[in-house]
Every structure is written in C-alpha cells, then in structure tokens.
C-alpha cells in the first residue's frame, strides 16, 4: 500500500481539487481543501505571483504543505487582457465570453494563450517549487463545443484543429496549459520530501 502524501488546495472550489487529483492521484498524493475561513486575496500582478501568495499562506495558516494555480487567458491584440483578471472579467463564462469577443471586435490577429502557474509551499510558508504552463492558440469569432468551461468554446488550438470545448477530457488534459504545467510539476514533486 502507497502511503499517501497530502497537499492543501488554496482554494474553495472542489471541481479544481477534482481536476488536480486527475494529475496527482496516480503519484500517491491526496488533495483537501484549504479550510472554508482562510480567505486569500489576488494582489499579485502575475498568474506565478498569485500562485505563489495563495499556496504560501495556505501553508502558513494550517502548517501543512500547500499547493496553488493561478490560471487565465492572455489575448496578444488587448495587451494580455483579460490576464489575471481572466474569471473576474464578466459575472458568468457567457458574459466573459461575450465581452472578451466584443473587445477584440474584427481584430485580424486573434493569437492568444492560455497559461497556468502553480506553486507548492512547505508548512512554514517558503515556495518549494514554482512552475508555468502555457498552450498557445486562437480566439475564434463564435464559439464552438460543448465541453470545458470558462473560454473554451472559444479558445481553439491549431495544432489540434479543436477549441477546448471540443475536446475529449483526455485531449484537453494533455495538451492544455493545466496539463504542461503538471508535466513539469509532477518530476519536482517527487524530489520534496512531504510527510
């Protein structure tokens, strides 16, 4: 029997854990929620800087090791909008859809990328590994799919002819940003001793 190492999500949102355990679980790692109180504000100005703020106080508040993402879209014709900013810019994903496609309106150059940073904090709060992942691809002028959430419909990868939203769990995990930044996360993972 593997024993189990447990990480801290610094997050309330069980569908993230449910996801992350998709790339964890196979590697002898148990994932819990951070406790429901520990609020984190975003002040970084970076997808790593807000990883890296969330896992550490995640891991300072309950002494136990954490882990953080922070992910989004950047839009190369708006200046990296929506960014950081990425959830908060509309009060549902067809809102943000909707702004998102009005903003770039006929712009010829619909080049984007998604990109997801992660961070793993020690008990006492220092940043054991900081790592990014980024999937290059397109904005669409309507979307396409029924899969995924957030900008999916909407985000197609060219080396794959699919948007996100068209692809099969499996696909999407392979070749998203989530999952390059997990390819790069899993090897340093094993190099930290968790207890």
């Given amino acids: 029997m593997i024993n189990k190492k447990l990480l801290l999500v610094a997050t309330s949102n069980p569908g993230k854990v449910k996801e992350m355990l998709e790339y964890l679980a196979d590697f002898g790692w ?4 951070k406790p429901d109180e520990l609020e984190i ?3 970084g100005d970076t ?3 807000n990883a890296c703020l969330k896992a550490s106080e995640v891991a300072k508040a309950t002494g136990k090791w954490a882990i953080a993402d922070d992910s989004g879209l950047t839009v ?4 990296g909008r929506p960014g950081i900013y990425s959830a908060r810019y509309g009060k549902t994903d067809s809102d943000r859809i909707e702004r998102l496609l009005t903003e770039l309106g006929n712009e010829q150059n619909r080049k984007a ?3 997801c940073a992660i961070a793993v904090a020690s008990p ?3 940043i054991a590994i900081e790592v990014e992942g980024k999937c290059d691809g ?3 002028y309507n979307p396409k799919g029924s899969s995924g959430f957030g900008y999916d419909p909407i985000f197609y990868v060219p080396t794959q002819q699919k948007t996100f939203a068209e692809m099969t769990p499996e696909e999407k995990r392979s070749h998203s940003h989530r999952g390059q930044a997990f390819q790069i996360l899993l090897p340093q993972l094993d190099r930290i001793a968790i207890v």
């Fill in 30 to 33: 148990e994932l819990q929620l």
């Fill in 41 to 43: 504000e975003e002040t």
């Fill in 47 to 49: 997808f790593i800087a």
């Fill in 76 to 79: 190369d014709a708006l200046n």
């Fill in 113 to 115: 990328q998604f990109v």
């Fill in 124 to 126: 006492h709060g220092a």
């Fill in 138 to 140: 397109e904005i669409l």
